[in-house]
């Protein structure tokens, strides 16, 4: 059986960012998952437009499941795109944020638009590490009816 493509969408301007990404990647592919990583096709950090561009949708594209950090009290533009754009070509998408600031004035977690969109499915378990997060991203994953 051929593994699963999950696409992490996120943010990945700052040290910590990256880090995060990272070790949410290798966490997820220690569970038999291959993890497309945005900044992992940077290799020079700093990607043109066009480049950020053809690099995100290509892989949004080509992956089984867009997982999604929704975390900050607004949510990253790139992401919020990138899952929208998975939506729309009929990806699940995983959203997750541990991030306890309200985003929204409305009864979600994060903009309505985000939380109930066709084929969005939101992490809604708490977690304390990177390790527990990817296991209920796993969890998520293989249960498909969530």
Not at 37 to 54: K, M, R
């Amino acid at each position: 059986m051929d593994k699963l493509v999950l696409y992490l969408a996120g943010p990945l301007f700052t040290m910590a960012e990256r880090a995060f990404n990272k070790a949410l990647a290798v966490a997820l592919e220690a569970r038999g998952y291959v993890a497309l990583l945005p900044q992992e096709f940077f290799p020079n950090g700093q990607p043109t437009a066009a480049q950020a561009w053809d690099v995100c949708i290509s892989n949004v594209e080509k992956c089984d499941v867009v997982v999604a950090n929704l975390n900050g009290p607004d949510p990253d533009s790139g992401t919020c795109f990138e899952s929208g754009y998975g939506c729309a070509k009929g990806k699940r998408v995983i959203a997750f944020r541990d991030d306890w600031r309200k985003a929204d004035d409305l009864d979600a977690p994060v903009n309505a638009m985000l939380y109930k969109g066709e084929g969005m499915q939101y992490v809604a378990v708490p977690y304390d590490s990177v390790d527990m997060l990817a296991a209920a991203i796993d969890m998520y994953v293989k249960d498909a009816t969530l």
